[in-house]
């Protein structure tokens, strides 16, 4: 009732939120872990991580969360453990949680969900996707080097990696959509980089990195959450 309550809660928030006509709504991904209340049934449901000096004190829990751009609205959270035999990857709970999102909403995640997977996720429900990629994969899927203003078309296909741990992948699967390379210069002062974005819009270049610049506000949300 409660998760049902929250879905139809959100839809009504969402339905008062008037963008431009060419406009969609476009969520942020992100994970972050949450510490627990010690106490015995969230110690077997949700392992404490171990290291060399032994067992940590506090249950962890690993939480998904994605946010409107414009707004900050947040869909239902997705989360399971990070250790044990039942853990979970952000990835797969972003997997999870994606039925969530409203029709053709724009997925949009860090280096950390830039993997075929995910892609390939979005696809299938739907979703156009905006994603940052490692400049190894980036650099895979363009064939070489990285160059400051690349804007072409490729198709993504899984690599063996990929298959390996997703063995559900059809034969023919594959993404296509754009890489998109620009040198951004950080407001905080450090050395100007490559960054690199697949995605399957059709907007603007400029609009693309700046959709993607907007990032950051999660951070800021996850904080906040975390620390209420």
Not at 71 to 80: I, K, N, V, Y
Not at 204 to 228: F, H, S
């Amino acid at each position: 009732m409660v998760e049902e309550s929250y879905d139809h809660v959100l839809q009504q928030l969402m339905a008062e939120i008037v963008l431009p006509k060419s406009q969609r709504p476009a969520f942020f991904f992100d994970g972050t872990t949450v510490r627990m209340p010690h106490c015995a049934e969230l110690m077997e449901a949700y392992p404490p991580t171990r290291n060399q000096h032994g067992e940590s004190h506090w249950p962890l829990l690993r939480l998904l969360v994605a946010h409107d751009l414009e707004s900050g609205l947040a869909l239902r959270p997705a989360w399971g453990p990070v250790n044990g035999d039942q853990a979970v990857s952000e990835q797969s709970l972003l997997e999870e949680a994606i039925d969530r999102l409203p029709p053709e909403a724009i997925v949009v995640g860090d280096a950390n969900f830039g993997i075929f997977s995910v892609a390939y996720a979005a696809q299938r429900h739907g979703h156009p996707v905006l994603l940052r990629l490692t400049t190894a994969r980036a650099q895979r899927l363009a064939g070489g080097r990285l160059a400051d203003r690349t804007d072409c078309y490729i198709e993504w296909k899984p690599t063996r990696e990929d298959r390996r741990s997703h063995p559900e992948l059809p034969a023919h699967a594959s993404v296509c959509g754009r890489l998109i390379v620009r040198q951004v210069y950080p407001r905080n002062g450090a050395p100007a980089f490559l960054l690199a974005l697949f995605t399957t819009l059709e907007d603007a270049v400029t609009e693309v990195v700046e959709r993607y610049g907007k990032r950051w506000t999660i951070e800021v949300d996850l904080r906040t959450m975390k620390n209420t």
